[in-house]
């Protein structure tokens, strides 16, 4: 068997995984220790205050699951979801869709709002279905990481809490990459994944419930459907109890905690911004290569860059050779994108300059 070691190093700007820096993979190679040592409880505590850091939030209920972003979307769909319940999904990417599908999961009454691919969401259209069928929940994303797109979150809990709903927001590609504000918009449930803007290896999903959502879950006429997302036995070893229910992924743990560190001596504002610029230097370059963008101008995420392959250029052996030859990983197209688009992703410690005209000057030859 030949050792990891002899995996290449590559540059990922692709939707994710993004560049890990050494301080976290130095983390991740700590010696593990017991989930319920007072030394790693002690380090659970920060990792729970610096993603309330990064949610903008004072949740209490605030902690990362195992598992990927995809096991927070889970989470917060089957305990805050009941058989029957009505549901509404702000689908305008292959994300929005997946919510749409795991809420169908749990027997609630999905209906969707729809966007076509590469626009945001249409406010008008979601105020309206909210009226028509007053949601128990309504579920959009953020940073739509199919189609690079933005959809606006402010403004939008006032809407479903005057029918007595609950927003859940997934903000797996947006958490600390541009402004996400749990508290001041209203957000009842909010997940992410770690290898998006955080720069940690994929492995623990933050998760964020308000007090209202709590509520909800308290309220429960159900169990919750899956043992293993179970927050009501959860909340026991993130809480005070310390109640063993699984063990903790221990060295995960030490890497998010590290990568959240980092992102508090950076600080969110200079990290937004860092993203933002390196946003608008590839802008820059699509532009001058007589390219364009996919993503509807105004809604462009600065992370993931959703970019029209050019006509008549084969867009996956454009990618395999900036792999081969260039050890560069960029994204392909889904969905309706599928062949026809790339994604590029400058997400956390991959949002530089240098990043950027690498793998500008590698496309610039390569297309050449
Ligand atoms: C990546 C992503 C997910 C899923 O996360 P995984 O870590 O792949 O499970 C969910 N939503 C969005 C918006 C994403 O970008």
């Known amino acids: 068997m030949p050792p990891v070691s002899a995996i290449p190093s590559r540059l990922c700007l692709g939707p994710g995984p993004s560049p890990v820096p050494p301080r976290v993979l130095a983390a991740l190679a700590h010696p593990t220790i017991g989930h319920l040592d007072p030394a790693f409880l002690a380090l659970m505590d920060e990792v729970r205050d610096g993603l309330r850091h990064v949610f903008a939030t004072t949740n209490a209920m605030t902690l990362a699951m195992s598992g990927t972003g995809s096991a927070g979307m889970e989470t917060v769909i089957v305990n805050l979801v009941e058989p029957g319940d009505r549901v509404l999904v702000g689908v305008n990417g292959v994300f929005g869709g997946r919510l749409a599908e795991v809420a169908r999961r749990t027997g609630a009454e999905v209906t969707t709002v729809d966007a076509p691919w590469g626009r945001a969401l249409d406010r008008d259209a979601l105020a309206a279905a909210i009226a028509r069928s007053s949601p128990h929940v309504v579920a959009v994303v953020h940073a739509e990481t199919s189609t690079g797109v933005a959809n606006d979150i402010a403004g939008l809990a006032d809407l479903v809490h005057a029918r007595d709903g609950l927003l859940v927001v997934d903000c797996v590609t947006s958490l600390a990459g541009m402004p996400v504000e749990i508290d001041a918009w209203g957000v009842d449930a909010a997940y992410s994944g770690t290898q998006k803007c955080l720069s940690c290896p994929p492995g623990l999903s933050p998760v964020t419930l308000s007090p209202r959502a709590v509520a909800r879950l308290d309220r429960r006429r159900t169990k919750v459907p899956s043992w293993y997302f179970d927050l009501t036995l959860l909340k026991s070893y993130w809480g005070q109890e310390r109640a063993y229910h699984h063990t903790a992924p221990i060295n ?49 995420l600065p992370m993931l860059n959703a970019i029209a392959a050019p006509a008549g250029v084969d867009e996956a052996a454009i990618r395999r050779r900036l792999l081969d030859e260039h050890g560069i990983e960029i994204g392909g197209g889904l969905g309706d994108f599928k062949g026809k688009a790339w994604r590029i992703g400058l997400m956390g410690h991959g949002a530089t300059t240098e990043s950027v005209d690498t793998v500008v000057g590698a496309l610039r030859a390569l297309l050449a």
């Not at 890497?255 to 610029?277: D, K, N, Q, S, W």
């Open 252 to 300: 995960m743990l030490y890497a998010l905690h590290e990568a959240l560190a980092i992102v508090r001596e950076e600080g969110l504002p200079a990290r937004f911004l860092r993203h933002r610029a390196a946003h608008e230097r590839l802008a820059a370059a699509v532009d001058e290569l007589g390219m364009t963008f996919v993503s509807e101008a105004g809604h462009r």
